[in-house]
């Protein structure tokens, strides 16, 4: 029985300073709407809605077959780090050595925490800009570091202007995290930004850490890779994953690319902690990032949210509410809805819509405080879902009662 005399054990303090995720309260809230029988409208996850394409799997189960169903390199199979590497240089125009400079992860969350836990010593400062996905911030605190956060307000595009950076660094700071395609905005910078950005780095000795999972996802211009410069290889570190570009979120695999020191940290954080990334995904993985018909299904994917995006653009038009602003996004699969104009809390907006109109969201202060008054619709959804989801957020904030 517990013994309630018993001294309480210690904990870890570092998890205090961590808020339990929004994203997770509002996903469970759904779950038991859906389940007392209620029609829910799903916007609120970050996962496509398209299934892996068939031939990745038949490469999965094919390496199972002959016998790839026991520990692997901790590293990744030379096979897949030449693909990463190929992949690399044909979208990005950066050449890695696949044999030094490539670490194969558990998806991108991993490569991430793999990749601040190599730069980062406690107390070191991170720069996050607000809003931004929060587990780059909670990371950085589970490993004990400070997060100060750069505002990258809506009004100027959802990137930070260029003295906020120079007004937020301090004889601490070490690492800068950047995500373009943002989530939640789907904001990108220019070419020029990121190269101002990159000598920013090197003048002040800083890491950049990019997580570009959402790289392949853009409607205009491709963004620029963060190591696309002269010289930015060398202290940029670069997080990606096959999630979100091959519909793969479920297999969990991604890869880190990074100089050749970080990633002897980095793979002796992975042998210590997860040994290897199962062996028949890994084969999955270098079919789907090398097969030339997988990459066609990832253009017809983009495709899609492309007209999706089109379509959530003509409702606002058409529907012409003051009180949902609609931000174009330019990358990534989400809308970051501006409700400002109703004066209201996010997470009670998302509560209320859920509640009234049963479509789910995420409240955008769960992003940070730049993101108070704004909540974050999915486009990763059947295009049904996303016009009767639309249609009724607007029907909802037109009529709101307080
Ligand atoms: C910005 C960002 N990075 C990383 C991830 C995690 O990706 P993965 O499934 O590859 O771990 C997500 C998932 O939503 C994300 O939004």
């Known amino acids: 029985m517990f013994d309630t005399l018993a001294p309480m054990q210690n904990l870890n303090q570092q998890f205090n300073l961590i808020r339990q995720s929004a994203t997770v309260a509002m996903a469970d809230r759904i779950l038991a709407l859906k389940a007392s029988g209620r029609n829910i409208v ?10 892996t394409a068939p031939a990745i799997a038949d490469a999965a189960f094919q390496a199972m077959q002959n016998g790839l169903t026991h520990y692997g390199p901790s590293r990744g199979y030379p096979d897949l780090r030449t693909a990463v590497a190929s992949k690399l240089k044909r979208d990005e125009g950066v050449s890695y050595d696949p044999a030094s400079e490539i670490l194969v992860t558990h998806g991108g969350i991993h490569a991430y925490y793999l990749a601040m836990q190599s730069v980062l010593n406690p107390g070191d400062d991170v720069l996050i800009p607000d809003p931004s996905w929060a587990t780059h911030s909670n990371m950085a605190i589970m490993l004990r570091g400070s997060v100060i956060r750069v505002p990258a307000p809506a009004e100027n595009g959802f990137i930070p202007q260029f003295e906020s950076w120079l007004r937020a660094l301090t004889p601490q700071t070490r690492v800068i995290v950047l995500n373009y395609p943002s989530n939640p905005t789907g904001a990108y910078p220019t070419r020029a930004y990121l190269k101002k950005l990159q000598d920013f780095a090197k003048e002040h000795n800083l890491w950049i850490v990019s997580d570009e999972v959402y790289g392949s996802l853009y409607y205009g211009e491709r963004p620029t890779c963060a190591a696309a410069f002269e010289g930015a290889k060398e202290r940029t570190l670069l997080v990606n994953s096959l999630s979100k570009s091959y519909a793969m979120t479920g297999w969990r695999v991604g890869y880190l690319a990074a100089p050749a020191r970080v990633i002897e940290n980095a793979i002796k954080a992975g042998q210590n902690s997860i040994t290897c990334v199962a062996p028949f995904i890994q084969k999955a993985a270098a ?4 097969d030339p018909a997988i990459q066609q299904v990832t253009a017809d994917m983009r495709a899609a949210y492309s007209r999706r995006r089109d379509l959530v653009l003509r409702l606002a038009h058409e529907l012409e509410s003051e009180k949902v602003k609609v931000i174009p996004p330019q990358g990534a699969f989400y809308f970051f809805l501006d409700l400002r104009a109703l004066n209201m809390p996010a997470v009670e907006m998302c509560e209320r819509i859920l ?3 049963g479509v789910g ?18 486009i990763a959804a059947s295009d049904e879902d996303v016009e009767a989801g639309f249609r009724k957020i607007v029907k909802w904030a037109e009529n709101v009662q307080r």
């Open 361 to 378: 969201l995420v409240p955008g202060s769960a992003f940070g405080e730049e993101g108070e008054g704004f909540i974050r619709m999915t």
């Open 42 to 51: 799903g916007l609120q996850v970050g996962d496509p809605d398209f299934g």
């Open 355 to 357: 509640d009234e109109e």
């Open 287 to 290: 079919f789907a990032l090398t």
